[in-house]
């Protein structure tokens, strides 16, 4: 199950995570946060669902069956956020894959700063899994990230908070070419409170693409519906990623999005 924002491009959202899961062929129930009028460009608006109409969403869901696994990504708002984290508990539900979403590629906020307290003090804590990249993992850890040490003192910073594991991507970080003339790697690092694990594949040239973080985390959580274990499900996410990235896509003059069937 997924419980997040809409994107009518399709490119990350609900709608992106639903088509992640028929790609990786698990079952895909969706409860959504708000809706959000946007394309591969930009957030022109964002209505936050009524916290009774997302706990509606769920009652409705639960009652017939629990998910095996379940994805969060863009909460709306802070009583969303609230009611969310609350649900966790009361309705029995997995511990999840958080995707925390504050930010809009475009640079649009998504969640104001009582929100983020939620997530810090509510959300995070009860989490499998949580997958910031670097901007939200400096905001959330309040570490400034400028290289692997770094890196790996936010992912700590995070952990302390309570999840079973962190997965900080790296694709933020500016790519360079190495000695033999190859551009570097796109490393995402994992930290389960005892290892760190570098998840690493051939870095896709340009500028990314639109709904990468969307799709990461619902591969994620598909992996551990099918029965992987955390690590196997990282590894194969990335995999999947990877090759969404490959055979992205334009559907105008906006920025890429990621071919979620890709072969």
């Known amino acids: 199950m997924t419980i997040a924002g ?128 670097i901007p939200e993992a400096e905001v959330l850890s309040g570490i400034q990230i400028n290289g692997v040490a770094s890196m790996r003192r936010a992912a700590r910073a995070l952990h302390k908070l309570g999840p079973r594991a962190v997965l900080i991507k790296g694709g933020h970080r500016p790519s360079r070419v190495t000695a033999n003339g190859r551009t570097s790697n796109a490393i995402d690092l994992f930290f389960d409170g005892c290892r760190y694990i570098e998840f690493s594949a051939l870095r896709v040239p340009g500028d990314g693409a639109h709904g990468t973080g969307c799709a990461l985390s619902a591969a994620i959580a598909a ?16 995999r999947f990623i990877t090759r969404a990235l490959r055979s992205r896509l334009r559907l105008g003059n906006g920025r890429w999005v990621v071919d979620h069937f890709a072969r």
């Open 6 to 133: 809409s994107d009518p491009s399709g490119g990350a959202g609900l709608q992106a995570d639903l088509k992640t899961f028929a790609a990786l062929k698990v079952y895909g129930l969706s409860v959504i946060t708000a809706v959000i009028a946007q394309n591969t460009t930009r957030v022109s608006q964002v209505a936050a669902v009524a916290p009774e109409m997302v706990a509606a969403q769920l009652e409705a869901i639960t009652a017939e069956r629990l998910p095996h696994a379940l994805k969060i990504g863009v909460l709306g708002s802070t009583a969303v956020a609230e009611l969310v984290a609350k649900s966790l508990d009361s309705l029995n539900l997995p511990a999840p894959v958080l995707d925390p979403v504050l930010v809009a590629s475009s640079g649009t906020r998504l969640l104001e700063p009582a929100g983020e307290r939620i997530l810090l003090s509510s959300l995070i804590p009860r989490a499998a899994l949580v997958t910031p990249n």
């Open 223 to 238: 992996w551990l519906a099918r029965g992987a274990e955390l690590e196997t499900a990282v590894g194969r996410a990335k």
